[in-house]
Structure formats: C-alpha cells, structure tokens
C-alpha cells in the first residue's frame, strides 16, 4: 500500500498556526488515524489531532467517560464542534482562520489530501473502517494525555509529517 507523502514544508506553508500543529502532533502522537485517514480529509486529521489533545489534557474525566459511552461518529461530531481554543467556535473554525492557500501547487495538494471537501457522508465513510481499528482509537482517546504540545519538538512540522508518512494514500 502507498504511503502518503506529505511534506514538511507544505505543512507550515499552509498550516500557518505553530500551536495548533503542536496539538494535532501531541493528538496524533497518542491517538493515530492511519486507519481512518482514507476516509478522511487531512484537515480532518489535523483538526481531529489538535481537538482531541485539547480535551484529553484540559477535561479528561468527561472525554473519557463520553468516549466510552459513545459511537465513532459521535465522538468525531463532539471533537469537531468543541471549543477547544479561545475565540474560536470550534476546531475548524480554528484551523480554516489560521489556513493559508498561496501557491496553486498547494491548491492542487491541498485538493488531493482533503479529497471529501463539502461532502456530508462522514457518518457512512467512518462506519467503513475496521471495527477494531474503531475500538483501538476509543481505547487511545480514552487514556490521558501526559504530553504537553509546548513541549513538542522545536520544529514540529517535520514530526507531524513523519507521523502522516505511516498514513495509506488514499
């Protein structure tokens, strides 16, 4: 299976906000989705990534206890509707005010890792992953956290890129 490529460079060329790729990397990190990212976009990831560090770190007890309880798709809905970085509504509102596209070649990358832009199927393509890869994430998000994203590598773009090179190309 092809592995996906994503460089270093287009990570902070287009993902313009060091904290947030510090959280999506220390969520990553503890929770991987390399099952999860041919149903996905990549902004998908990074968001998933930095809103789930935030509320393992800062609300752990009532994530945790909500992780058990709950299906795939709700967990994924709670994640991207929190709030979970000042004045920002949520992680995407977060991730598209910091997102910068300039260069038409990040365009068309950018169109080629975030292949499901617009579509409303999230519910149907996450209940396509294997159940185990499904009961593995839940056990992930259901441990806490004992990173800090300040304490991230210096430069933490080439990490987060190392970790989405172990991702299936979609």
């Known amino acids: ?13 287009v993902y313009r906000d060091e904290h947030l790729i510090n959280c999506a990397y220390s969520g990553l990190f503890d929770a991987p989705l390399n099952d999860f990212y041919p149903v996905l976009d990549l902004d998908d990831v990074i968001a998933f990534g930095a809103a789930s560090y935030k509320l393992r ?10 992780v058990k309880s709950e299906n795939i798709y709700n967990i994924f809905k709670k994640i991207n509707s929190t709030q979970v970085y000042r004045n920002y509504d ?10 910068k596209i300039k260069k038409v070649r990040d365009e068309l990358k950018d169109k080629e890792l975030n ?3 617009g579509r409303k199927d999230l519910e149907a393509r996450l ?9 593995e994430l839940k ?4 441990k ?8 991230a590598p210096y430069d933490v773009y080439p990490e ?11």
């Open 144 to 151: 806490r956290t004992h990173r800090d994203s300040y304490l």
């Open 90 to 99: 949520n992680v995407f509102h977060w991730l598209n005010s910091k997102k």
């Open 127 to 135: 209940y396509s992953v294997d159940l185990n890869a499904i009961k």
């Open 139 to 142: 056990q992930n998000l259901g």
């Open 1 to 13: 299976m092809k592995k996906l490529a994503v460089p270093a460079a287009y990570l902070r060329r």
């Open 160 to 170: 987060l890129a190392g970790i989405l090179r172990e991702y299936p190309q979609p």
């Open 115 to 117: 292949p499901f832009r």
């Open 57 to 66: 770190k800062f609300d752990y007890d009532s994530f945790a206890n909500f």
